[in-house]
T-cell receptor, first 112, second 112 residues
């Protein structure tokens, strides 16, 4: 099955700085890569996603890049704000199946 | 719309007891999922149901059973709970292959 690794496990930045979270995957057949934000005591919520036929996608302050050759994808958050503090998860969808594999999560702390 | 609802929110069991976690969605989604979340391990797929009447194993199915009762409801059963099943359980639903997964608020289960 797919194996998704996520780094770093914790990330602390100053408000206004950028944050980057990186993930690698093992299965070249994986074709869809969502990113989720989880606030304390709540379920994960999708913030951005990218399909395997696209190299980059941007939505206001967040962007995701995908390198299929190297099998890695990254989340970029610019102009971070205290409300961005949460746990972020990357995931990969296995081929044509509805199976999703998640990274271990990154706890982002944005200091005011 | 309530989205994805889960009951109960909290549960404490003794080793060997059984229980069923309930999940319902009101978004007319075809696919539903059960995940467990453990510290430092992200979310791991237990079982999923691509459509009403079908269920498939995920990464960690041992010790669990599921029922896709109808299109709205997908339950997870622990027949004989073990301390290793102490975790937070999330249910999710998804409309189509590339659509986001919507997560419920989670059930925090402790097995003593």
């Amino acid at each position: 099955g797919e194996n998704v690794e996520q780094h770093p496990s914790t990330l602390s930045v100053q408000e206004g700085d950028s944050a980057v979270i990186k993930c690698t995957y093992s299965d070249s057949a994986s074709n869809y890569f969502p990113w989720y934000k989880q606030e304390l005591g709540k379920g994960p919520q999708l913030i951005i996603d990218i399909r395997s036929n696209v190299g980059e996608k941007k939505d206001q302050r967040i962007a995701v890049t995908l390198n299929k050759t190297a099998k890695h994808f990254s989340l970029h958050i610019t102009e971070t704000q205290p409300e961005d503090s949460a746990v972020y998860f990357c995931a990969a969808r296995e081929g044509n199946f509805n199976k999703f594999y998640f990274g271990s999560g990154t706890k982002l702390n944005v200091k005011p | 719309n309530a989205g994805v609802t889960q009951t109960p929110k909290f549960q404490v069991l003794k080793t060997g007891q059984s229980m069923t976690l309930q999940c319902a969605q009101d978004m007319n989604h075809n696919s539903m999922y059960w995940y467990r979340q453990d510290p430092g391990m992200g979310l791991r797929l237990i079982y999923y149901s691509a459509s009403e009447g079908t269920t498939d194993k995920g990464e960690v199915p041992n010790g669990y059973n599921v029922s896709r009762l109808n299109k709205r409801e997908f339950s997870l059963r622990l027949e004989s709970a073990a301390p290793s099943q102490t975790s937070v359980y999330f249910c999710a639903s998804q409309g189509s292959s590339y659509n986001e997964q919507f997560f419920g608020p989670g059930t925090r289960l402790t097995v003593l």
